[in-house]
C-alpha cells in the first residue's frame, strides 16, 4: 500500500484547508485510513480516522474538522474549517492493512 497525500498551505486564522490522501495498492473500507499530525517538539496524534466501525476525532479538532472516505477510489479527504494556530503541524495520512503505513506528511501552517 502507497499513501499519496496531497493539500496543505498556509492559511490565516480562521480559515479552512483540505488535505487528501489517495491509497494504491489492496485496500478495503473496512481497513481504517485517517490522519494525524505532529506539530514542532511534540508526539504524532491522531487527528480523525476513518474505520468499518465509524470515525474517531480527536478532541481539539471535533466541530471543526471533518474527514470523509471515497471506498471507491481508496482516497480519504481532511476538511478542515476555523483553523487555528495550534492547528499548525505536518499532517500524515495513515492506512492500515495488516499493518501500518504512513504518507509523507504535508505541512500545515496557520497563521495568527
Known amino acids: 500500500v502507497q499513501l499519496q497525500a496531497s493539500g496543505g498551505g498556509l492559511v490565516q486564522a480562521g480559515g479552512s484547508l483540505s488535505l487528501s490522501c489517495a491509497a494504491s495498492?489492496?485496500?478495503?473500507?473496512?481497513?481504517?485510513m485517517g490522519w494525524y499530525r505532529q506539530a514542532a517538539g511534540k508526539q504524532r496524534e491522531l487527528v480523525a480516522m476513518?474505520?468499518?466501525?465509524?470515525?474517531t476525532y480527536a478532541d481539539s479538532v471535533k466541530g471543526r474538522f471533518s474527514i470523509s472516505r471515497d471506498r471507491a477510489k481508496n482516497t480519504v479527504t481532511l476538511q478542515m474549517n476555523s483553523l487555528k494556530p495550534e492547528d499548525t503541524a505536518v499532517y500524515y495520512c495513515?492506512?492500515?492493512?495488516?499493518?501500518?503505513?504512513w504518507g509523507k506528511g504535508t505541512l500545515v501552517t496557520v497563521s495568527s
Open positions: 476513518n474505520s468499518g466501525r465509524g470515525t
Open positions: 495513515k492506512a492500515t492493512v495488516a499493518r501500518y503505513y
Open positions: 495498492g489492496t485496500i478495503f473500507g473496512f481497513n481504517p
